[in-house]
T-cell receptor, first 116, second 111 residues
Framework: GAVVSQHPSWVICKSGTSVKIECRSL??????MFWYRQFPKQSLMLMAT?????????EQGVEKDKFLINHASLTLSTLTVTSAHPEDSSFYIC????????????FGPGTRLTVT | KQEVTQIPAALSVPEGENLVLNCSFT??????LQWFRQDPGKGLTSLLL?????REQTSGRLNASLDKSSGRSTLYIAASQPGDSATYLC??????????FGQGTRLTINP
């Protein structure tokens, strides 16, 4: 199956700093990438959908100025958590689909963010 | 708004048993229904994807069914093994490939 990577796999940062998470589709071109957040023992909640070359579409309740998403190429999307606070600590997972992946989405391994 | 519910939230069975995980969704206008596995602290592994025109999909010991009219999907696991222990998530695929996830069923297979 198609492979999606995320970097870093885990990160610890201080409150008020910004953190960038990368999501890459390694062996296929993805026209659409999705960003999810998962709190402990909870399910995944979609944060935003990004299409290559256009602005991301954010789900209701997600602050677009806090969670900056860039999808500059068919293989890379980035999520930047700006001015992070402890409540932003979570597991962030990306998925990639569309393009050569057709109708299926492939998920990255996730990034554990801890804000102290 | 699509809502996906999974029952039970947790399940513990002895090794070798066959088991069924349930998933229900409120909006039958889904494109596909997908089942995933998630190990603790890890990302998602896609198990089976059932397209809206299909009624079931099989992969090895796994069989997933989809009944759009009743808003239900089931994941059947045959001859369970300890390595099957994980959280299983179902998700309805809406327009623009958006996935709506259930809360998951935490499965434990006891040796």
């Amino acid at each position: 199956g198609a492979v999606v990577s995320q970097h870093p796999s885990w990160v610890i940062c201080k409150s008020g700093t910004s953190v960038k998470i990368e999501c890459r589709s390694l062996d296929f071109q993805a026209t659409t990438m999705f960003w999810y957040r998962q709190f402990p023992k909870q399910s995944l909640m979609l944060m935003a959908t990004s299409n290559e070359g256009s602005k991301a579409t954010y789900e209701q309740g997600v602050e677009k100025d806090k969670f900056l998403i860039n999808h500059a190429s068919l293989t890379l999307s980035t999520l930047t958590v700006t001015s992070a606070h402890p409540e932003d600590s979570s597991f962030y997972i990306c998925s990639a689909g569309g393009g050569s992946a057709a109708y299926e989405q492939y998920f990255g391994p996730g990034t554990r963010l801890t804000v102290t | 708004k699509q809502e996906v519910t999974q029952i039970p939230a947790a399940l513990s069975v002895p090794e070798g048993e066959n088991l069924v995980l349930n998933c229900s969704f409120t909006d039958s206008a889904i494109y596909n229904l997908q089942w995933f596995r998630q190990d603790p602290g890890k990302g998602l592994t896609s198990l089976l994807l059932i397209q809206s025109s299909q009624r079931e999909q099989t992969s090895g010991r796994l069989n997933a069914s989809l009944d759009k009219s009743s808003g239900r999907s089931t994941l059947y696991i045959a001859a369970s093994q300890p390595g099957d222990s994980a959280t299983y998530l179902c998700a309805g695929v809406q327009g623009a490939q958006k996935l709506v996830f259930g809360q998951g069923t935490r499965l434990t297979i006891n040796p």
